[in-house]
Nanobody
Framework: QVQLVESGGGLVQAGGSLRLSCAASGRTFSMYVMAWFRQSPGTEREFVATINKSGGSTTYADSVKGRFTISKDNAQNAMYLQMNDLKPEDTAVYYC????????????????WGQGTQVTVSS
């Protein structure tokens, strides 16, 4: 079992940057595939990025490709999402998620979830 806590959200102007963190406790962090999802009011939770157990392979949603970077530090039990060139449409609650097995981009494939951190991008 793993517990996840997100941090780093806030209010930023369009074009700005934020770095989200996801701190993990519990079982060995290196055993988990990790991901970021986001959810805006009235919409379904959508995939943002995922990273494999070692941190060597990543996948991004088309909407964030080239602007966001996911990374994983197994020694620190942490995952990050560096978000650059933020746009108002990036406004959402961002969630980190974990699973022992490869879950791809599907929300239903991730068993463990954090409580989320709010990101608001003003125009």
């Amino acid at each position: 079992q793993v517990q996840l806590v997100e941090s780093g959200g806030g209010l930023v102007q369009a074009g700005g940057s934020l770095r989200l963190s996801c701190a993990a406790s519990g079982r060995t962090f290196s055993m988990y595939v990790m991901a970021w999802f986001r959810q805006s009011p009235g919409t379904e939770r959508e995939f943002v990025a995922t990273i494999n157990k070692s941190g060597g392979s990543t996948t991004y949603a088309d909407s964030v490709k080239g602007r966001f970077t996911i990374s994983k530090d197994n020694a620190q039990n942490a995952m990050y999402l560096q978000m650059n060139d933020l746009k108002p449409e990036d406004t959402a609650v961002y969630y980190c998620a974990a699973n022992l097995f490869n879950a791809g981009t599907s929300r239903s494939g991730y068993y463990y979830w954090g409580q989320g951190t709010q990101v608001t991008v003003s125009s």
